[in-house]
């Protein structure tokens, strides 16, 4: 299980604190990074009591699914999945309360939470996440296939806390900002070190609109990462609203 536990954090940017920024440095940045996340369900975002989803990877020797419960507004996070050694684990944990679990929650559990939940909802990590340098590249080729879009740049400094410090997340977006494509650069030398895929099995979630499905490759080798079973939970209902 070593190699599929390394292969797992494809892409991880795990920084413990996701934090919603002021207006001030968002209007410094690129306004297309704004409406992509916009497009995305920004502005409903604070009605979301909860999240639920399974994240699937499926690589040259590896086939993994891990399944997760996520209140944006407490931190509590539930997992249900396998361990680095096979076994199956379940657990509930409160991520603002870390420090106090166990070593295979915060070695194993937490790490995995952060590249799954990257996946789910990037485009809100991109516009949080204050120390990403964000730049608008304009229309540029496809990364794969034909056809071209707007590239969007989010560089993470070599010097930020975090598992893979110096990330770069390469992002394509068509005219309804929607991410078509898009490129991971790893900054550190864990591999593999570079991903590029596609954005596409759009569904809405509510009020929250969700990229379903992802192929392509990683350092050359086939991808196919894709999430199931997404459904969300919307403030005072007891209802959870599945993605379509």
């Known amino acids: 299980m070593t190699n ?12 413990a ?6 207006n001030s440095w968002a209007q410094q940045r690129p306004p297309i990074l704004e ?13 979301i009591e909860a999240i639920r989803y399974t994240f699937n990877l499926q690589f040259p020797g590896v086939n993994l699914s891990r399944s997760w419960e996520w209140e944006p507004k407490t931190s509590k996070v539930s997992y249900e999945g396998k361990d680095k050694d096979g076994k199956p684990v379940k657990v509930t944990y409160m991520r603002s309360e870390l420090s106090s679990q166990t070593e295979a929650v915060k070695n194993e559990v937490d790490p995995g939470f952060i590249n799954d939940n990257y996946w ?8 949080w996440d204050t120390s990403a340098t964000v730049t608008d590249q304009g229309m540029k080729k ?7 879009a707007e590239l969007v740049a989010v ?10 410090p110096g990330d ?22 864990t591999k593999p070190s570079l991903v590029i895929a596609t954005w596409t099995g759009y569904k809405k979630a509510g009020p929250l609109l969700i990229s379903t499905e992802h192929r392509g490759t ?27």
């Not at 599929?4 to 920084?15: C, E, G, Q, S």
């Not at 996340?37 to 502005?43: F, N, P, S, V």
């Not at 789910?120 to 516009?127: I, R």
């Open 142 to 148: 496809l990364p794969a296939g034909t056809g071209s």
């Open 4 to 15: 599929a536990n390394r292969v797992t954090m494809i892409p991880v940017l795990a920084f």
């Open 17 to 22: 604190v996701l934090i919603l920024a002021a």
């Open 155 to 164: 560089k993470y400094p070599a010097e930020v806390g975090g598992y893979t």
């Open 35 to 47: 409406q992509i996340a916009k497009t995305y369900g920004l502005d409903s975002y604070g009605q």
């Open 120 to 127: 789910l909802v990037f485009p809100f990590h991109a516009y």
């Open 218 to 244: 990683a350092d050359g080798k086939p991808l196919h990462l894709f999430l199931s079973d997404v459904s969300v939970k919307l403030t005072g209902s007891d209802t959870w609203m599945k993605a379509q």
């Open 168 to 189: 770069t997340w390469e992002l394509y977006v068509g005219k309804d900002k929607r991410v078509e494509q898009f490129v991971y650069r790893r900054g550190g030398p």
